[in-house]
């Protein structure tokens, strides 16, 4: 696929995310550029903040692809970032927006970190605004794609708040998000992390070239995906277990729910969901470079195996019995994730042109839209709970 012409992958509806999901690698090195060039700007806004409080609840939000960002980078910054003075949490902008009351804390500073591809979904503003009355010290900082969007002019006008607006060829145009969901996890990554700038960039660049091998495996990658699989399972570990459930949306996406999917961790895929697994289903297990947690992910891989009821059951990492990446250094488990959402974006194209689906324009009823639709936003002081009391932040 990847190898046909621009008028041929037009013919099948498909020349616009192709185009985006190749571009990741150059993508990505050129975020990075661009990060060091922002760096002390980001860093002064986040000092700031520390100056007033010794420890700061830092929340990553965001709807659908835009929170499993959250997911993923939070265990990534778990162990990478400054949990001195940061507690990281990913929720929801749909949690937030829809029950502040349960995910929110009226006296813990917090830092809500907005993911974006547009900033045009309705719980983009919602979630800032939400936040900014019910906390008492609130900050805002935006990662979005959009320099126009409703999110960045939003964070233009509120205080207390850094609006960060990535290159704008992750403004992905395609239905799914692949270049700006990458990019965006990136840029987090690299804002809350300790590691030296060196040692970033080092890993920035592994990831790319590991990328990019992957794409030019493409036919490799397709033969774990026969025409007549009709699930798919996608499990992982630490940050690799946060990238699953994009992973499996993906192809949810792709291919209009005609291929059913599943997510979960190595480990507590035993733990019920393993039942989904028949003889049309394809089931790729991400494995961690931790050596102590590639235990899990190898164990997992040889069970399935074994049980002899998967279509296909594949290991995907570096050094691994399975789809092993391009040798090179080993890449750090945080930054893991990149070449494995390059694999998952080879996977979700393959099946949606098996199942004769168009990836640019796969949701044929129209019911399901790029930027989310149809979502009204009640006012919170009209809501059951803490504010129907009275009590009003600002």
Same mark, same amino acid.
């Given at each position: ?35 060091l ?7 002064? %806004? ?14 990553? &939000?965001?709807?659908?692809? =835009?929170q ?7 265990? =990534? ?5 400054? &949990?001195?003075?940061?507690? %990281? ?8 927006? =829809? ?10 500073? !917090? ?12 719980? #983009? ?34 205080p ?9 060829? &992750? ?6 998000? &692949?270049s700006?969901? #990458? ?38 990658i ?19 277990? $946060? ?11 792709? +291919? ?13 895929l035993?733990?019920?969901p393993?039942? %989904? ?6 089931? %790729? ?7 102590? +947690? ?27 019995? $399975? ?22 974006h080879?996977?979700?194209? !393959?099946? =949606?042109?098996?199942?004769?689906? !168009?990836?640019? !324009?796969?949701?044929?009823?129209? +019911? ?16 059951? $709970? ?9």
């Amino acid at each position: 696929m990847f190898e046909l012409s621009e008028e041929e992958l037009k013919s099948k509806g498909a020349n616009i995310t192709v185009r985006e999901t190749l571009g990741q690698p150059m993508i990505w090195r050129k975020a990075f550029v661009e990060y060091l060039e922002n760096k002390s700007k980001i860093e002064d %806004f986040l000092k700031v903040i520390l100056s007033k409080h010794s420890y700061v609840r830092v929340i990553f &939000t965001g709807a659908g692809s =835009s929170q499993y960002i959250g997911d993923t980078v939070v265990k =990534s910054l778990n162990e990478l970032g400054d &949990t001195k003075h940061y507690h %990281f949490e990913s929720i929801g902008s749909t949690d937030i927006v =829809s029950a502040p009351q349960s995910v929110l804390e009226e006296n813990i500073p !917090t830092l809500l970190v907005s993911f974006a591809r547009s900033g045009n979904s309705p719980e #983009s503003v919602a979630a800032v605004e939400i936040v900014e009355q019910y906390v008492r010290d609130s900050y805002q900082l935006s990662i979005t794609c959009a320099i126009d969007g409703d999110l960045s002019k939003k964070l233009d006008m509120v205080p207390n708040a850094y609006n960060y607006v990535l290159p704008s060829e &992750t403004l992905d145009q395609g239905f799914a998000m &692949t270049s700006s969901f #990458s990019t965006m996890t990136l840029l987090a990554t690299l804002i809350f992390s300790l590691e030296l700038d060196e040692d970033k960039s080092r890993q920035v660049e592994i990831a790319a070239r590991l990328a990019e091998d992957i794409f030019s495996r493409e036919d490799e990658i397709s033969n774990y995906l026969p025409l007549d699989v009709k699930r798919v399972v996608y499990v992982g570990s630490g940050p690799l277990a $946060g990238l699953t459930r994009e992973a499996q949306l993906k192809i949810l996406e792709l +291919t209009a729910g005609q291929i059913s999917t599943i997510f979960d961790s190595s480990m507590g895929l035993r733990h019920g969901p393993k039942s %989904f697994i028949n003889d049309k289903t394809s089931v %790729f297990i991400f494995a961690s470079n931790n050596d102590y +947690t590639r235990n899990y992910d190898v164990d997992l891989y040889k069970e399935v195996l074994g049980d002899e009821i998967a279509a296909k059951v594949v290991l995907i990492g570096q050094n691994v019995e $399975g789809f092993n990446y391009l040798p090179s250094e080993n890449i750090h488990p945080a930054y893991q994730v990149f070449p494995a959402i390059a694999f998952a974006h080879v996977i979700a194209l !393959t099946a =949606s042109l098996n199942v004769g689906n !168009t990836p640019d !324009t796969p949701s044929v009823s129209g +019911t399901v839209n790029r930027v989310v639709k149809g979502v009204k936003i009640h006012p919170l002081y009209r809501c059951v $709970g803490r504010y129907s009391n009275g009590f009003s932040k600002k």
